[in-house]
């Protein structure tokens, strides 16, 4: 009895869900369509700006009655349609039972003022939310409350942090209270310090004001007895000046008597010079040219020097070679009978090492045998 009422409710439990998912699709359904159909009715009114573009997207196609019931729109006084009659009704019906036609001129969707995209954007967020309220189940609420619930901990936990943190930030406040508090007790210490050497100093600076004052007093009375000095002195320079000057002035007059004789002298020299660079002028032309005819004798002189320098050459090259090769040989030749001796060498004293070890092997078996005989 038992399992058969158990049967009977899960049955009806199922025909239960069956009839909700039912009637959840068809009120979506409906949602879905009343959009679409606000969708439809916002662009509606902007589809016979354009009647070219109109023809070529709609011309052919399964909406292409669309074309003539804008056509007759147009035509439509503008009195009649804000009146809405019969054949307006039946315009936006065929537009409304079309809903689809609006997705095809996504221009003019982007083209919508502010107010019809909030529209838009206010009917796609009622159908989200009525999407997730319809479909929610006792499992899914169970689960927003446990996450609730956890979020509730962790507001709480999150409120015991900011207390803990702002009791701690109230005792370092009081600590950076005391902290200023104790800077404020040391800047008065350091301003008091500061007054105290302040007045110290002013005190030494009007001592030592006193003092250079004094100095500076004796150091004008010197300098005025120093100037009387210079003064006396600059007279007696000036005596000695004077006396100078007639003794350069004697001395210039000689001297430029004397420089007349030397510009007399000089002239009679350059006159003789001139006759003996003429002459040494001519003997210079008559050497170059006997220099050039030398040259010429040269240069026909090296053509056959170079001739013969290039034959010696060839045989000095020639011979120089041959004495290589010849010192090549005689080296390789006393470096293989070097080695030769060599190894005589170490032969025959290994050959002499040898027979001293078998002599002394020889005296130590005799030994060994006189020994055994004994």
């Not at 207390?163 to 209270?177: D, G, M, Q, T």
């Not at 030592?208 to 007093?217: A, G, M, Q, V």
């Not at 007399?264 to 002459?279: H, S």
Request: hydrophobic share 40%; with cysteine.
């Amino acid at each position: 009895m038992q399992n058969a009422q158990a049967n009977e409710d899960a049955r009806y439990a199922e025909d239960f869900a069956r009839i909700r998912e039912t009637q959840i699709d068809n009120v979506l359904r409906i949602i879905h369509t009343a959009i679409e159909r606000i969708k439809m009715s916002l662009i509606l009114p902007k589809l016979g700006d354009d009647m070219d573009h109109l023809r070529s997207v709609l011309k052919g196609g399964m909406y292409a009655p669309a074309i003539g019931l804008i056509e007759k729109l147009q035509t439509l006084d503008t009195v009649k349609v804000q009146i809405l009659n019969h054949d307006v009704l039946k315009i936006i019906d065929y537009f409304h039972r079309n809903y689809q036609i609006y997705q095809l001129f996504p221009r003019l969707v982007n083209l919508l003022s502010t107010d019809d995209k909030k529209l838009i954007v206010a009917c796609d967020t009622v159908l989200a939310v009525a999407e997730r309220h319809l479909w929610r189940t006792a499992k899914s609420e169970i689960s927003m409350e446990r996450q609730l619930h956890v979020m509730y901990h962790e507001r709480e936990e999150l409120r015991s942090r900011t207390a803990y943190y702002h009791k701690k930030l109230k005792s370092r406040y009081a600590v950076l209270r005391w902290k200023q508090a104790v800077k404020f007790l040391i800047l008065e210490k350091l301003e008091t310090d500061l007054a105290n050497r302040k007045w110290k100093n002013s005190v030494r600076i009007q001592n030592e004001i006193e003092k250079r004052s004094r100095i500076l007093r004796d150091v004008h009375k010197n300098t005025v007895q120093k100037q009387k000095d210079l003064e006396e002195e600059l007279e007696k320079a000036k005596v000695e000046y004077e006396h100078l000057i007639t003794s350069i002035t004697v001395n210039e007059k000689e001297a430029r008597a004397e420089k007349n004789k030397l510009l007399i002298q000089l002239e009679n020299i350059l006159q003789k010079f001139d006759t003996n660079i003429g002459e040494k002028i001519r003997e210079n032309l008559e050497l170059e040219d006997q220099y050039k005819a030398a040259k010429k004798e040269l240069d026909i002189f090296m053509v056959s020097y170079r001739k013969e320098e290039a034959i010696y050459n060839k045989i000095v090259v020639k011979y120089e070679q041959e004495e290589q090769r010849k010192q090549q040989q005689r080296i390789l030749l006393f470096m293989m009978n070097r080695a030769a001796r060599q190894i005589q060498k170490y032969w025959l004293k290994w050959r002499r090492d040898q027979r001293l070890k078998a002599r002394r092997q020889n005296k130590k078996k005799r030994k060994i045998c006189v020994i055994n005989f004994a």
